[in-house]
């Protein structure tokens, strides 16, 4: 070793005179690494498509999405439609399902979950025990495992009789579920929106000014109550005086008209304008980002990889709209007709009868083979289970959430606030949770992407959610691949949302700082 | 008890927090419970609850008519073990023997200084206690039955119950172990007095103790494989008839093993070289376990002879001569040369096996595999001989571990088994998790390190199988592995579909593993990887030696957290069908009928299998608060 620092030190000089050779020059190994992790990656997964492709034809498996279009021929236990007529349909109620029970299952679990969270906190002995009884049980066992134990109570409920209501009636529960009213959209839902919407904007400006008015004159002017009065004169109002919008059915039909007049190649052209425009904004701000007065900074290989990766999306968008998929542009216009179309319909004619309706639930067939009528709103025992066991399971990781959040916001806020003689329910609600909010709002995203993922669990009992349902299709039609990227799609999509959402209000929520 | 140790003592170990002066009674329950009228209400609002849901879960645990234990006990077997062929079923005894051995062996070795005081002890006691008392007084009243021992019932139909006190009777044995437990809580407590606080017990010592309790337990109330006598209706412990299925002698031989590789550990403590002897041990522990003595392969000793055991010696002379070249100080630019040829043979022996240009065994390949990754970091390992001679060695006992795996993966198993796995139940949701971690853990480092890394294409490809595998649900990637895995595997290939859905859980867990080294590689400073550049290490030592290691324990209670979802994630192997813990409870025993009839008793077995895994997962969170602690990640 001694030897070999002296060379290296009585060799430094003539080093750094001279340039090191082409195969130890960092930027060609580095390249050439990566090049060839990607020739390796891109081809593992060209073997394994070649090899799988082949299996497929040898087992006479095409991967195609046809399956979407035939009638399976299967019932749904429960959801928008029981007997759908294409497989596209079968799992359109799949999904439909799977978000139903995702933001019940958020809704809930956030309020049970902060409501946890702030019980474990409690100076109460009885009540900080029970809520950490609550966590450390139910966040130690996995959700499937709950699921199952919701699923084999609530199978053990009693038979489906007619004495089986509950709640004087309103409902029936039974081991086939609880059926409950129905509150459905009737026919003059639409217009009734419209009153809706205008009280909501006047609302909002209602609103506004009176805190306007409470931070000048520091005068109690309950914003939140005119809002909500404004909003609720509006809806009542709006009850008995909607079906004087009728006449907007033939504005947005004429509107839908004047779409479908849109030729095809404008509406492709645009969308190419506007990805091949966004492409160049992107490397324009890329390049005015790297500006300095100096003029413009020396691009890092990275640098000029991003810009060429731009150009290259740029153009594979292109390429996309214009030939891989002209239909993209026509659909667009197809929809967008269709949707003013839709609105015309609701808003015309015989449109103008009660804007919100409900059904009593309802028990069919005789002797021993009851069943719940169409009529209420059912949930199976399925839903039940799934629900109670992702709602019960977050709601444990949410409340040690809450409570991580309520234990960052310094010891001194909450000193202050019983300084300017805040009650504790007060400080609470007023100075801790909101602060407490702002740090545990992305790990709370990342809970509800849980959640959601969760929700795929259905197939266990039965709940006819989209896993469950394109297992069906997979079994029938054989066509593993393409169910199983529809469902990987559909998850990404889901997940995707949930996080831009979330960033959204992070960032809207942060605290602004000097 | 030989654990006993004074104060002195513990506190030249553990330093300890000042006492907190504990509160007299009257005052702790006005200060914590009744502070206000709000706060009052609130106590007898949740006691109430308290007791409701306490003694639901109890009679619903116990009380129910339809409940029957024997679904579980009687068992025991399938649960842990499921369809493990009888006339080996030593062999599972060997394994546990075996992990116990090395459990006890690493105690005494490392022999970790964890105490507990006997005050807490005695708190367990009276707690535990105190709780199988509430438990057993939350009996409810004995069910009524006509002459023909049917349940009666009322005109509402339901079942009639006699008075409370009646139930009561069917509770002795649960009331005289709470009084056993109170006694013997309270006899600590008041028995040692003032030095209750003072006087500590070594956790090891308590842990064997406990470990102890349970086993002995067993020769009172026989647990495991029961057998059914039809003629009376009856089932019974299948006592003596085979020393492996009656539970309780192999336990305590168990038992005595740990202990006694307790003491052999302690006792060769001071001997080199035996803490990483005992980690590697660990590392192959699994592999060994599965390969050898529950598969129990069948090797063709001829072929051992013959092509086997002369292809491990050329590769490891000739890879030994080439290493032991490549280590030399003085080579230079050659040996890098030289080490990128033989990657490129390694590449070339799969790309011409794959196009059929020439047959070559497996193993060839995968050595030529081993030789190019040593010959890659053979540089680092350049200096005098000693050093040297400790890499060459290294490549000896790694190729021969190697070989001696895959020869005896090679083998058929000798079990006579029906379905196409022995693995199930317990044992294979251990197996899935350990596996599962034990794999994906380099792959999640790699990953992280991708991710965190400055060449864009690592980077955008790490990244995106990241956020795909993390945006889509676990159950969807076991679909994929369990379905399409097969599909895609070239012809003459197979993977049996517990092989498949572990590969799921590895690739699952990874990803997520790679976020939390990811929150620890972003915690590193940046001047430690100056200083490490300006100290003249390469990438490979600068990311080995100074990086990882920090950036590692930093992530280590995210880490621990992940394992506990993994181990959770197992439980869904049972929704793809594989024979795991879960649907044994949920699908197998609800559907036996002989030799005894368990039809329709699903909730027993649910109940015990979230008892199982709560445990598991319970513990390993409790470990990761106190690692956290002891760390003091979260004060720095």
Same mark, same amino acid.
């Given at each position: 070793?001694?030897?070999?620092?002296?060379?290296?030190?009585?060799?430094?000089?003539?080093?750094?005179?001279?340039?090191?050779?082409?195969?130890?020059?960092?930027?060609?190994?580095?390249?050439?690494?990566?090049?060839?992790?990607?020739?390796?990656?891109?081809?593992?997964?060209?073997?394994?498509?070649?090899?799988?492709?082949?299996?497929?034809?040898?087992?006479?498996?095409?991967?195609?999405?046809?399956?979407?279009?035939?009638?399976?021929?299967?019932?749904?236990?429960?959801?928008?439609?029981?007997?759908?007529?294409?497989?596209?349909?079968?799992?359109?109620?799949?999904?439909?399902? /799977? $978000? !139903?029970?995702?933001?019940?299952?958020?809704?809930?679990?956030?309020?049970?979950? &902060? #409501?946890? +969270?702030?019980? %474990? *906190?409690?100076?109460?002995?009885?009540?900080?025990?029970?809520?950490?009884?609550?966590?450390? /049980? $139910? !966040?130690?066992?996995?959700?499937?495992?709950?699921?199952?134990?919701?699923?084999? &109570? #609530?199978? +053990?409920?009693? %038979? *489906?009789?007619?004495?089986?209501?509950?709640?004087?009636?309103?409902?029936?529960?039974?081991?086939?579920?609880?059926?409950?009213?129905?509150?459905?959209?009737?026919?003059?839902?639409?217009?009734?929106?419209?009153?809706?919407?205008?009280?909501?904007?006047?609302?909002?400006?209602?609103?506004?000014?009176?805190?306007?008015?409470?931070?000048?004159?520091?005068?109690?002017?309950?914003?939140?109550?005119?809002?909500?009065?404004?909003?609720?004169?509006?809806?009542?109002?709006?009850?008995?005086?909607?079906?004087?919008?009728?006449?907007?059915?033939?504005?947005?039909?004429?509107?839908?008209?004047?779409?479908?007049?849109?030729?095809?190649?404008?509406?492709?052209?645009?969308?190419?304008?506007?990805?091949?425009?966004?492409?160049?904004?992107?490397?324009?701000?890329?390049?005015?980002?790297?500006?300095?007065?100096?003029?413009?900074?020396?691009?890092?290989?990275?640098?000029?990889?991003?810009?060429?990766?731009?150009?290259?999306?740029?153009?594979?968008?292109?390429?996309?709209?214009?030939?891989?998929?002209?239909?993209?542009?026509?659909?667009?216009?197809?929809?967008?007709?269709?949707?003013?179309?839709?609105?015309?319909?609701?808003?015309?004619?015989?449109?103008?009868?009660?804007?919100?309706?409900?059904?009593?639930?309802?028990?069919?067939?005789?002797?021993?083979?009851?069943?719940?009528?169409?009529?209420?709103?059912?949930?199976?025992?399925?839903?039940?289970?799934?629900?109670?066991?992702?709602?019960?399971?977050?709601?444990?990781?949410?409340?040690?959430?809450?409570?991580?959040?309520?234990?960052?916001?310094?010891?001194?806020?909450?000193?202050?606030?019983?300084?300017?003689?805040?009650?504790?329910?007060?400080?609470?609600?007023?100075?801790?949770?909101?602060?407490?909010?702002?740090?545990?709002?992305?790990?709370?995203?990342?809970?509800?992407?849980?959640?959601?993922?969760?929700?795929?669990?259905?197939?266990?009992?039965?709940?006819?959610?989209?896993?469950?349902?394109?297992?069906?299709?997979?079994?029938?039609?054989?066509?593993?691949?393409?169910?199983?990227?529809?469902?990987?799609?559909?998850?990404?999509?889901?997940?995707?949302?949930?996080?831009?959402?979330?960033?959204?209000?992070?960032?809207?929520?942060?605290?602004?700082?000097? | 008890?030989?654990?006993?140790?004074?104060?002195?003592?513990?506190?030249?170990?553990?330093?300890?927090?000042?006492?907190?002066?504990?509160?007299?009674?009257?005052?702790?329950?006005?200060?914590?419970?009744?502070?206000?009228?709000?706060?009052?209400?609130?106590?007898?609002?949740?006691?109430?609850?308290?007791?409701?849901?306490?003694?639901?879960?109890?009679?619903?645990?116990?009380?129910?008519?339809?409940?029957?234990?024997?679904?579980?006990?009687?068992?025991?077997?399938?649960?842990?073990?499921?369809?493990?062929?009888?006339?080996?079923?030593?062999?599972?005894?060997?394994?546990?023997?075996?992990?116990?051995?090395?459990?006890?062996?690493?105690?005494?070795?490392?022999?970790?200084?964890?105490?507990?005081?006997?005050?807490?002890?005695?708190?367990?006691?009276?707690?535990?206690?105190?709780?199988?008392?509430?438990?057993?007084?939350?009996?409810?009243?004995?069910?009524?039955?006509?002459?023909?021992?049917?349940?009666?019932?009322?005109?509402?139909?339901?079942?009639?119950?006699?008075?409370?006190?009646?139930?009561?009777?069917?509770?002795?044995?649960?009331?005289?172990?709470?009084?056993?437990?109170?006694?013997?809580?309270?006899?600590?407590?008041?028995?040692?007095?003032?030095?209750?606080?003072?006087?500590?017990?070594?956790?090891?010592?308590?842990?064997?103790?406990?470990?102890?309790?349970?086993?002995?337990?067993?020769?009172?109330?026989?647990?495991?494989?029961?057998?059914?006598?039809?003629?009376?209706?009856?089932?019974?412990?299948?006592?003596?008839?085979?020393?492996?299925?009656?539970?309780?002698?192999?336990?305590?031989?168990?038992?005595?093993?740990?202990?006694?590789?307790?003491?052999?550990?302690?006792?060769?403590?001071?001997?080199?070289?035996?803490?990483?002897?005992?980690?590697?041990?660990?590392?192959?522990?699994?592999?060994?376990?599965?390969?050898?003595?529950?598969?129990?392969?069948?090797?063709?000793?001829?072929?051992?002879?013959?092509?086997?055991?002369?292809?491990?010696?050329?590769?490891?002379?000739?890879?030994?001569?080439?290493?032991?070249?490549?280590?030399?100080?003085?080579?230079?630019?050659?040996?890098?040369?030289?080490?990128?040829?033989?990657?490129?043979?390694?590449?070339?022996?799969?790309?011409?096996?794959?196009?059929?240009?020439?047959?070559?065994?497996?193993?060839?390949?995968?050595?030529?595999?081993?030789?190019?990754?040593?010959?890659?970091?053979?540089?680092?390992?350049?200096?005098?001989?000693?050093?040297?001679?400790?890499?060459?060695?290294?490549?000896?006992?790694?190729?021969?571990?190697?070989?001696?795996?895959?020869?005896?993966?090679?083998?058929?198993?000798?079990?006579?088994?029906?379905?196409?796995?022995?693995?199930?139940?317990?044992?294979?949701?251990?197996?899935?998790?350990?596996?599962?971690?034990?794999?994906?853990?380099?792959?999640?480092?790699?990953?992280?390190?991708?991710?965190?890394?400055?060449?864009?294409?690592?980077?955008?490809?790490?990244?995106?199988?990241?956020?795909?595998?993390?945006?889509?649900?676990?159950?969807?990637?076991?679909?994929?592995?369990?379905?399409?895995?097969?599909?895609?595997?070239?012809?003459?290939?197979?993977?049996?579909?517990?092989?498949?859905?572990?590969?799921?859980?590895?690739?699952?867990?990874?990803?997520?593993?790679?976020?939390?080294?990811?929150?620890?590689?972003?915690?590193?400073?940046?001047?430690?990887?100056?200083?490490?550049?300006?100290?003249?290490?390469?990438?490979?030592?600068?990311?080995?030696?100074?990086?990882?290691?920090?950036?590692?324990?930093?992530?280590?209670?995210?880490?621990?957290?992940?394992?506990?979802?993994?181990?959770?994630?197992?439980?869904?192997?049972?929704?793809?069908?594989?024979?795991?813990?879960?649907?044994?409870?949920?699908?197998?025993?609800?559907?036996?009928?002989?030799?005894?009839?368990?039809?329709?008793?699903?909730?027993?077995?649910?109940?015990?299998?979230?008892?199982?895994?709560?445990?598991?997962?319970?513990?390993?969170?409790?470990?990761?608060?106190?690692?956290?602690?002891?760390?003091?990640?979260?004060?720095?």
């Amino acid at each position: 070793m001694g030897e070999q620092r002296v060379t290296s030190t009585s060799t430094l000089a003539s080093t750094q005179a001279t340039k090191p050779p082409w195969y130890r020059d960092t930027t060609i190994v580095k390249w050439f690494a990566q090049v060839a992790a990607l020739v390796l990656v891109v081809g593992a997964l060209a073997f394994l498509a070649i090899v799988g492709g082949d299996n497929l034809e040898a087992k006479d498996i095409a991967t195609d999405f046809d399956f979407l279009n035939i009638n399976q021929g299967f019932d749904i236990s429960e959801g928008i439609d029981s007997d759908p007529d294409t497989g596209g349909r079968a799992l359109w109620v799949g999904i439909v399902n /799977t $978000l !139903r029970l995702a933001v019940a299952g958020m809704f809930v679990a956030t309020i049970l979950g &902060v #409501l946890i +969270g702030v019980a %474990r *906190l409690s100076q109460n002995w009885m009540v900080n025990k029970a809520a950490s009884a609550y966590i450390e /049980t $139910l !966040r130690n066992i996995p959700v499937i495992v709950q699921i199952f134990i919701y699923a084999a &109570v #609530l199978g +053990g409920l009693g %038979r *489906l009789t007619a004495d089986s209501d509950f709640l004087w009636g309103l409902g029936y529960i039974s081991a086939k579920g609880v059926s409950l009213p129905r509150v459905f959209v009737a026919d003059g839902f639409y217009q009734w929106a419209v009153f809706l919407v205008i009280g909501s904007v006047v609302g909002f400006f209602v609103h506004r000014n009176r805190v306007r008015l409470q931070e000048s004159t520091g005068r109690i002017t309950y914003p939140n109550l005119w809002a909500l009065g404004v909003l609720t004169a509006f809806a009542i109002v709006g009850w008995f005086a909607h079906p004087m919008w009728g006449f907007l059915s033939g504005v947005f039909g004429s509107i839908g008209d004047a779409w479908d007049s849109i030729p095809q190649i404008l509406m492709q052209l645009l969308l190419s304008a506007l990805v091949v425009f966004s492409a160049a904004s992107w490397i324009r701000r890329f390049l005015d980002s790297k500006r300095t007065p100096a003029g413009l900074a020396k691009l890092t290989d990275d640098d000029i990889f991003r810009i060429i990766f731009a150009g290259v999306g740029g153009v594979i968008g292109l390429l996309f709209l214009m030939v891989l998929w002209p239909g993209l542009s026509s659909w667009i216009v197809n929809s967008g007709s269709d949707f003013w179309h839709f609105l015309a319909d609701k808003f015309g004619d015989g449109r103008s009868g009660q804007p919100v309706d409900a059904m009593m639930p309802t028990i069919e067939g005789e002797g021993t083979l009851l069943k719940y009528g169409p009529q209420g709103l059912t949930m199976t025992v399925g839903f039940a289970a799934m629900f109670l066991g992702v709602t019960l399971y977050t709601a444990a990781f949410i409340a040690e959430i809450v409570r991580g959040g309520i234990l960052a916001v310094p010891k001194g806020q909450s000193e202050a606030a019983s300084a300017i003689g805040l009650n504790r329910a007060q400080s609470l609600r007023q100075v801790i949770l909101p602060q407490a909010f702002r740090v545990s709002l992305p790990p709370l995203g990342n809970q509800y992407l849980n959640l959601t993922k969760n929700t795929s669990l259905g197939i266990a009992v039965g709940y006819a959610d989209v896993v469950s349902i394109g297992n069906t299709l997979l079994n029938q039609s054989g066509k593993a691949l393409s169910v199983i990227a529809l469902w990987m799609l559909f998850y990404l999509a889901c997940s995707l949302s949930i996080s831009v959402v979330v960033n959204w209000f992070n960032v809207r929520m942060k605290i602004v700082e000097r | 008890m030989s654990g006993m140790i004074t104060v002195e003592e513990a506190e030249e170990v553990v330093a300890l927090p000042p006492e907190q002066p504990s509160l007299p009674p009257g005052e702790w329950i006005r200060k914590n419970l009744f502070s206000s009228i709000g706060n009052g209400v609130l106590t007898v609002l949740f006691a109430l609850l308290l007791v409701f849901a306490f003694r639901g879960l109890v009679n619903f645990a116990f009380e129910n008519p339809e409940r029957d234990w024997d679904a579980v006990r009687a068992n025991l077997r399938l649960y842990m073990t499921f369809a493990y062929p009888l006339d080996q079923y030593v062999r599972v005894w060997v394994s546990l023997g075996i992990v116990l051995s090395l459990s006890g062996l690493s105690a005494g070795l490392w022999s970790p200084d964890g105490y507990v005081s006997a005050r807490r002890i005695s708190t367990w006691f009276l707690g535990g206690g105190a709780v199988l008392l509430a438990a057993a007084l939350a009996v409810q009243g004995q069910l009524q039955r006509d002459e023909n021992g049917e349940f009666l019932i009322d005109e509402d139909l339901e079942l009639i119950r006699g008075s409370w006190a009646s139930g009561l009777g069917s509770r002795i044995s649960w009331f005289a172990l709470a009084a056993i437990l109170i006694g013997a809580g309270a006899a600590i407590w008041f028995g040692l007095g003032d030095r209750r606080r003072n006087t500590f017990v070594r956790t090891v010592n308590l842990t064997y103790a406990g470990f102890g309790v349970i086993v002995g337990s067993l020769w009172v109330v026989r647990y495991g494989h029961y057998n059914g006598s039809p003629a009376e209706g009856t089932h019974y412990a299948d006592p003596d008839s085979l020393v492996a299925m009656s539970t309780r002698l192999p336990w305590t031989v168990m038992w005595v093993l740990l202990g006694v590789s307790y003491f052999v550990g302690k006792a060769v403590r001071g001997w080199p070289l035996l803490k990483p002897l005992a980690l590697t041990f660990w590392g192959l522990l699994p592999f060994f376990v599965f390969w050898v003595v529950l598969r129990d392969p069948d090797i063709d000793w001829a072929h051992v002879w013959t092509t086997d055991l002369p292809m491990y010696l050329a590769f490891a002379v000739i890879g030994g001569a080439v290493l032991f070249t490549l280590t030399n100080p003085s080579l230079g630019e050659i040996g890098r040369a030289l080490a990128f040829v033989l990657l490129l043979v390694a590449v070339f022996t799969f790309v011409g096996g794959f196009f059929g240009w020439f047959s070559m065994l497996q193993k060839a390949r995968l050595s030529f595999v081993f030789l190019a990754a040593f010959a890659l970091v053979a540089n680092n390992f350049a200096g005098e001989f000693a050093k040297r001679r400790t890499f060459v060695i290294g490549w000896l006992l790694t190729l021969g571990v190697m070989h001696y795996f895959v020869t005896l993966i090679n083998s058929a198993s000798t079990l006579n088994i029906r379905s196409d796995s022995f693995l199930g139940g317990f044992m294979f949701t251990i197996f899935a998790a350990v596996f599962g971690l034990m794999f994906s853990f380099p792959l999640g480092v790699l990953l992280a390190l991708a991710r965190t890394s400055s060449l864009p294409i690592f980077r955008l490809l790490a990244t995106t199988f990241i956020e795909v595998v993390r945006g889509i649900p676990f159950i969807t990637v076991l679909f994929f592995f369990s379905i399409m895995l097969p599909l895609f595997l070239p012809e003459g290939m197979e993977v049996a579909e517990h092989g498949a859905v572990i590969v799921g859980l590895v690739l699952f867990s990874s990803a997520y593993l790679a976020e939390n080294v990811r929150g620890g590689l972003q915690s590193v400073r940046r001047g430690q990887y100056e200083a490490a550049d300006a100290t003249g290490l390469t990438t490979a030592q600068r990311t080995g030696l100074i990086v990882l290691p920090q950036a590692l324990r930093v992530s280590i209670p995210p880490l621990v957290g992940q394992t506990i979802s993994s181990y959770k994630e197992t439980s869904l192997f049972a929704i793809v069908g594989i024979f795991d813990f879960l649907r044994i409870a949920n699908n197998v025993v609800p559907n036996q009928s002989s030799p005894i009839n368990f039809v329709g008793h699903k909730r027993e077995g649910l109940l015990f299998v979230s008892l199982i895994y709560w445990i598991g997962s319970y513990a390993m969170s409790k470990y990761s608060q106190k690692l956290e602690k002891k760390l003091g990640v979260g004060s720095r």
